[in-house]
C-alpha cells in the first residue's frame, strides 16, 4: 500500500532519455555544433565552440579506447579549475561509459592523496595549473598510470598534452561522426564518482549513474524548473565544476545549448563587469555571492539590466538576502535549488510559476520525498519538521566501496536519509530549517568534521579535538575547533590553526577559531556531542 504525505514530483514534462548519458550529450553537441561559443572564459574571454568541443571529446574517445582504457575497475581523474577544457575528458569517459572522479585543484597533496585512493583513476586529466599538485603524489598512486595535460598546446615537464596523447591513436583526418558512443543499461553503468562526507565520517566517493544525469537533463529542459534561457542565450556560472553543483548544472546546460561564462572565482567587479559586458540574462551562484549582490555598493556602478534569472543553491539563503538581491535587481524573486552530492543534483527547485522567495522549492519530477519523523519512521504531513528523505533513479548508486556507509544514508526502501531538517507547506513547498549531520558547509563547499579532527589529532601536544561549524553571515558556517591539550603542553589558537592550514585546502581552514577545553563532549558509546560543541561557541559569542 503507497505510505501516505508523500511527496511526489511535478508531472514531467519530457521522458528521460532511454540509453546513455553520453549518447544524449553527443547528440545535444553535435546539434549545437553550429553555435561559435560553447564555453567563454570571461577572465581571458577566450572561447571554446560546441564543434570543438564535439570534436575533440570524440577524438579522445577513439584515443583511450586505442590506449585501452574500458577494463572493469578503470576510472578517468580530471583534476582542474573551472577550464575551458575541462569536459573534454568528461565527456570521453561518459561516450565510453568509463567512471569519471573529479577532483578539487586546492586540495593539499595530503587531501588529494586521500580523494584519489577512494576511486583510484588509471588515467589522470589535468590542468598546467594541478600538474605540480598532481606530479606530486603520483609517485605514491601507482594505479595512475598516466597524465595529461587539458590546457596546453605543448608538453609539459614530460608530460603530454591532450594534442600529442591524440596523435598516439588518432589522426587529423578523424571524423568525429564515424564515432559512436558506447550503449549500456544507464541505471547499472557509473557516470561518475563524486566526493561527498555524507551524513558523518570522512569523504566517500559518490557513484552516480548515468541514469542520474538523463533525469537530471529532464530538469534543466523543464519551462518550471529549468533555467527560463533558450539555446545560445548566456548563463554565468561561478560554481565549481569539479563539485556535483557545478558539474551537473554545467553538463545539463550542453543538452540545453547555452553560452556558459564562467568565471575561476569569485571576484567582486570582474563578476559584475562580466554580467555588463556579456549582457548575462541568468547567473548562478553560491550564497555568498548573493550576500555581496545584496549589499556591496559596487553593484551600484554597473550595469546589470540585462539580468532574468539569478539561482542559488548548495546552502541556506536567507529570506531577507533573497527579497534584498531581488529588489535591487528588480527581479520577481530568486530561484533557489536544493540538492545533495548524493541526490546527484538539485532535487527541490523553486518553480519559476510559483517562486516563494525563502522555500527551497518543490519536489522536481521523477524524485519522490517525505519528511520524516526518526522517533516513529512515519511520514509527517504538512507544516510537521522531520528528517527529509528522497526516492528517485536519480539518487547515487551508493557509496564508492563501502556498503556499510551506504546502508546508513539509504534505507532498505531505498529512501536517502537527506540528514537535512525541514517541512513542507500543503502545497508541498518545501523549506529547509535546519541540518542535522555534522556536514559543515562554508561558502557551500563541504567540511567534514572528522576529517579535520584527524588531522589536529596528528599534532604531538593535542590530546583530543572536536570540529563545529560556526553561524556565519556571508560563508553561511566556519569550520571552528575545541581542542583538549596534552598535559602541561601549551599551545596558542594560531598555533592550531596554523598547523591544520598547512594540512588542508583554504576552503577548511579554522576560520571559526579555537577554543581550548577541559574535555570534548562525548557520549556514553564515545560518540562525539556535536551540539553541544555549538553551544560551546554559542556560549563564548554571548560573552563577546
Ligand atoms: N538550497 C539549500 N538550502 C539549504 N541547504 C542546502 C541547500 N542546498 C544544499 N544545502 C546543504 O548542502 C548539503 C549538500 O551539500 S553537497 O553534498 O555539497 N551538495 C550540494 O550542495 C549540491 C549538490 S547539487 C546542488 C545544487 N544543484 C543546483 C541546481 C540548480 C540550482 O538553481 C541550485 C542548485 S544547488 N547542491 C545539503 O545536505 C544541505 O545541508
Redesign the pocket.
Same mark, same amino acid.
Given at each position: 500500500m503507497e505510505e501516505e504525505n508523500i511527496m511526489h514530483g511535478a508531472e514531467p514534462r519530457d521522458l528521460v532519455h532511454p540509453g546513455s548519458a553520453g549518447t544524449q550529450l553527443y547528440r545535444s553537441l553535435y546539434k549545437f555544433s553550429y553555435f561559435p561559443e560553447a564555453i567563454v572564459d570571461a577572465h581571458t574571454h577566450e572561447v571554446i565552440s560546441y564543434a570543438t568541443i564535439f570534436n575533440v571529446s570524440c577524438r579522445l574517445a577513439a584515443s583511450l579506447e586505442k590506449y585501452g582504457l574500458g577494463k572493469e575497475d578503470d576510472v578517468v581523474g580530471v583534476c582542474s579549475e573551472n577550464n575551458l577544457n575541462f569536459f573534454s575528458p568528461v565527456l570521453a569517459a561518459l561516450y565510453l561509459g568509463v567512471p569519471v572522479a573529479t577532483s578539487n585543484d586546492m586540495y593539499t597533496d595530503g587531501e588529494i592523496s586521500g580523494h584519489l585512493n577512494i576511486s583510484k583513476p588509471c588515467i589522470m586529466f589535468c590542468s598546467k595549473k594541478a600538474l605540480p599538485l598532481i606530479l606530486k603524489v603520483q609517485k605514491n598512486l601507482h594505479f595512475m598510470k598516466k597524465v595529461v595535460v587539458i590546457d596546453s598546446m605543448y608538453d609539459m615537464n614530460g608530460v603530454e598534452c591532450i594534442n600529442t596523447f591524440m596523435n598516439h591513436y588518432t589522426d587529423h583526418t578523424f571524423d568525429p561522426l564515424k564515432f559512436q558512443p558506447k550503449e549500456f543499461d544507464p541505471l547499472k553503468k557509473t557516470a561518475l564518482i563524486m566526493s561527498?562526507s555524507?551524513t558523518t565520517g570522512l569523504p566517500k566517493g559518490?557513484v552516480l549513474s548515468h541514469r542520474s544525469l538523463t533525469i537530471r537533463f529532464v530538469h534543466s529542459r523543464d519551462p518550471i524548473y529549468g +533555467?527560463r534561457t533558450i539555446p545560445e542565450t548566456s548563463i554565468l556560472s561561478l %560554481?565549481p565544476f569539479h563539485?556535483? /553543483?557545478g558539474m /551537473? #548544472?554545467t553538463l545539463s546546460y550542453f543538452v540545453v545549448g547555452l553560452r556558459i561564462v564562467m568565471l575561476k572565482k569569485f571576484e567582486g567587479e570582474l563578476f559584475l563587469k562580466t554580467i555588463q559586458h556579456y549582457k548575462i540574462p541568468t547567473i %548562478?551562484v553560491a550564497?555568498p555571492v548573493m550576500v555581496f549582490l545584496a549589499k556591496s555598493p559596487l553593484v551600484d556602478k554597473y550595469d546589470l539590466s540585462s539580468l532574468r534569472e539569478v539561482? #542559488?543553491?548548495?546552502?541556506?539563503?536567507g529570506k531577507d538576502v533573497a527579497h534584498a538581491v531581488a529588489k535591487r535587481l528588480g527581479l520577481s524573486g530568486i530561484?533557489?535549488? *536544493?540538492?545533495? #552530492?548524493? +541526490?546527484?543534483?538539485?532535487v %527541490?527547485? #523553486?518553480p519559476h510559476d510559483n517562486l516563494r522567495t525563502g522555500s527551497?522549492g518543490k519536489v522536481v519530477p521523477y524524485v519522490k520525498a517525505k519528511i520524516l519523523d526518526k522517533a516513529t519512521g512515519k511520514a509527517l504531513g504538512p507544516n510537521e519538521r522531520g528528517e527529509i528523505c528522497f526516492k528517485s533513479e536519480m539518487l547515487m548508486k551508493g557509496y564508492h566501496n563501502n556498503p556499510e556507509a551506504t546502508r546508513e544514508t539509504i534505507d532498505e526502501d531505498g529512501w536517502l536519509h537527506?540528514?537535512?531538517i525541514g517541512y513542507y507547506e500543503e502545497d508541498g513547498t518545501i523549506y529547509?530549517v535546519d541540518?542535522l $549531520?555534522e556536514?559543515i $558547509?562554508y561558502k557551500? *563547499?563541504?567540511v567534514a568534521p572528522a576529517e579535520l579532527e584527524n588531522l589536529l589529532l596528528q599534532h604531538p601536544d593535542i590530546a583530543d579535538a572536536g570540529v563545529t561549524g560556526v553561524p556565519d553571515g556571508f560563508a553561511g558556517q566556519l569550520p571552528a575547533a575545541c581542542i583538549v591539550l596534552e598535559p602541561g603542553k601549551t599551545l596558542t589558537e594560531k598555533e592550531v590553526v596554523d598547523f591544520l592550514a598547512e594540512r588542508v585546502t583554504p576552503t577548511k581552514y579554522l576560520r571559526g577559531g579555537v577554543i581550548f577545553v577541559d574535555r570534548i563532549p562525548k557520549g556514553p558509546t564515545g560518540k562525539l556531542m556535536r551540539q553541544e560543541l555549538r553551544a560551546i561557541f554559542a556560549a563564548k559569542k554571548a560573552q563577546t
Open positions: 561527498s555524507g559518490v +533555467t %560554481v563539485h556535483a /553543483f /551537473f #548544472t %548562478v550564497p539561482a #542559488t543553491g548548495g546552502a541556506p539563503i530561484l533557489q535549488g *536544493y540538492g545533495l #552530492t548524493e +541526490t546527484c543534483c538539485a %527541490v527547485i #523553486t527551497a537527506s540528514g537535512d529547509i541540518r $549531520k556536514l $558547509k557551500g *563547499y563541504q
